[in-house]
């Protein structure tokens, strides 16, 4: 029987992290072993107690404490460890903004199994109501059906990302299990085969885009990445870092951006975002672009 670990990181999130740790509570068990580690990365606001004091109706559960915020990604590296030292057969990275559908890791289990060549899995996920970025656009029966990630597409040549379906009221548009440009690190189900052949998330990221990096990295070991359009999630989108469009969350993107095209890229498209980034020296993203040149990565 397979065993699927889930990595939940928390980081002083501990409502969204119970919430998320209810949902994944009612999770189909059916033909698989099922164990939920939390990672708490140097909380202050009293996760670690509050998470400690609930009664979760979850068999196996585990809490590992962090002494500082390690980042999303080796926060979540702590976890990954973990799951593969007591031999997981898959590793669901998980945001703790999420609730889940019940059958989710049924329907990532059932995909991996027919699909040899993949190594990692996405499921769709949606906005978590009230958490739309164009909260207006849509009537009160749409809520909980807008697509935040149907797949992901990398723009090679101007080192853009993107989801596709985001902002899209799901009408089964993207209902077919296709290959997609990288898997979200919101919910990445993970073949253990990848981890032990390309190793952790790098934590120079820190956070963002970590999740683009390994699966890149992935696809270079000659693993496929699959969406995956039957396991379905709600997610309440950047919460951590403070919301869409924080100071917080350009500087990271600003980062890690020039990081992941000067390590991937072409040469053209190095050369594009040189000249790119010296436009942004005189404008609010300057302190992403120095620290890149700097090479201080990390938190």
Not at 26 to 35: A, F, I, P
Not at 82 to 87: G, S, Y
Not at 128 to 154: C, M, S
Not at 186 to 195: D, G, Q, Y
Request: overall charge positive; charged content about 25%; hydrophobic content about 40%.
């Amino acid at each position: 029987m397979k065993k699927v670990f889930i990595v939940v990181l928390n980081f002083n999130g501990k409502e969204d992290t119970l919430e998320c740790l209810a949902s994944v509570s009612r999770l189909q068990v059916t033909g698989y072993r099922l164990q939920v580690v939390v990672v708490d990365n140097g909380s202050m606001d009293g996760s670690v107690e509050k998470i400690k004091s609930q009664k979760l109706k979850i068999k196996n559960f585990i809490l590992i404490e962090n002494k500082e915020n390690l980042g999303f990604a080796e926060g979540n590296n702590v976890g990954l460890r973990f799951a593969l030292k007591n031999r997981a057969d898959f590793v669901l990275v998980l945001n703790n903004d999420t609730f889940v559908d019940k059958n989710l890791i049924v329907e990532l289990l059932q995909t991996a199994e027919s699909c040899q060549k993949a190594g990692i899995f996405g499921p769709k996920i949606y906005f978590a109501p009230g958490f739309e970025f164009h909260r207006g656009r849509y009537r009160a029966e749409d809520l909980g059906k807008v697509i935040w990630y149907a797949g992901g597409k990398i723009d090679w040549q101007n080192t853009l990302f993107s989801h596709r379906g985001v902002d899209e009221v799901d009408q089964g548009q993207y209902g077919q299990v296709e290959e997609t440009d990288f898997v979200s690190g919101c919910a990445m189900f993970v073949k253990r085969e990848v981890i032990e052949q390309i190793g952790f998330f790098d934590k120079k990221f820190f956070a963002y885009l970590e999740d683009v990096d390994f699966c890149q990295r992935a696809k270079k070991a000659g693993f496929n990445l699959l969406y995956v359009p039957k396991a379905l999630l709600w997610h309440k989108v950047a919460q951590t870092t403070g919301g869409i469009g924080s100071q917080l969350q350009d500087y990271y993107i600003t980062r890690n951006r020039l990081l992941f095209g000067f390590r991937w890229g072409s040469s053209r498209a190095k050369f594009a975002l040189l000249k790119e980034s010296l436009k942004l020296l005189s404008g609010p993203k300057r302190q992403g672009v120095v620290d890149f040149y700097l090479r201080k990565f990390g938190m």
